[in-house]
């Protein structure tokens, strides 16, 4: 299935999302608010950016993306028990998918982060503590 051109483009926001505004916020407080220095101001205006976003409709058979909800070892499971329902994110730079069965149906934690190979140009020398400094 493929989206159709009407389809709302949504950007979740995450964690690393975020540096260049609080980097320059915390260095040059007296740029804040200038345009161009929020990540937000180089996205097309189509995007939609937000933390979270729900497809489906609400209630269980709803289907929630956001950039973390539970984190660490098994994130994909612990998503689903904490929600209810199935969970897309990406914090933990994994890709993963798991099943969780309950009475009510089956559901998916989705672990959809870091889809480049390993060794190629964006990895390079990559650590989590080297970009956090």
């Not at 260049?20 to 007296?30: F, G, Q, R, V």
């Not at 161009?36 to 933390?51: E, F, I, S, Y």
């Not at 909800?69 to 998918?97: D, E, F, P, Q």
Request: glycine content about 12%; aromatic content about 4%.
């Amino acid at each position: 299935m493929v989206a159709g051109l009407d389809c709302e483009l949504i950007f979740i926001m995450g964690n690393h999302d975020q540096r260049l505004s609080s980097k320059i916020s915390t260095a040059c407080p007296e740029l804040e608010g200038v345009h161009g220095m929020d990540l937000r101001d180089h996205l097309d205006p189509d995007w939609t950016v937000c933390r979270e976003a729900i497809a489906n409709g609400p209630g269980i058979n709803a289907v929630e993306f956001r950039h973390r909800h539970k984190s660490g070892h098994g994130a994909g499971h612990n998503n689903v028990i904490a929600a209810g329902r199935s969970v897309v994110s990406g914090h933990t730079h994994h890709l993963n998918c798991t099943r969780v069965s309950k009475s009510l149906g089956h559901f998916w934690g989705v672990d959809c982060a870091m889809m480049a190979p390993i060794g190629s140009k964006p990895l390079r020398a990559y650590t989590e503590m080297a970009q956090t400094g």
